[in-house]
């Protein structure tokens, strides 16, 4: 069981903040898009699923740009 609270922004709307341990665990990245549904008992939050390929190449660009000096690197070593 998770616990959060719902922030006030400047414009009056809220955000609500999920633990990182949550995020992890349901396997969700920032940026990522949630559906909300109203039921009688309160609230449900669903992931919505885009394109996989789009949130590969996203997670790859992202080890790319965290190891670019590495690869760079073992680009050019001579392989013969």
């Keep these: 069981m998770f ?4 922030h006030r922004l ?3 709307s809220g ?3 999920l633990p990182r341990e949550m995020l992890h665990s349901l396997d969700l990245q920032v940026g990522d898009e949630l559906q909300i549904i ?3 008992d309160g609230l449900i939050l669903r992931p919505v699923r885009h394109d996989n390929y789009k949130r590969q190449m996203n997670a790859a ?4 740009d965290k190891y670019e000096a590495a690869l760079r ?5 001579d392989n013969s």
């Design 38 to 40: 109203e039921t009688d």
């Design 61 to 64: 660009r992202d080890v790319m």
């Design 10 to 12: 400047e414009d009056g």
């Design 73 to 77: 690197k073992l680009s050019t070593l």
């Design 15 to 17: 955000a609500l903040l």
């Design 3 to 6: 616990k959060t609270t719902i």
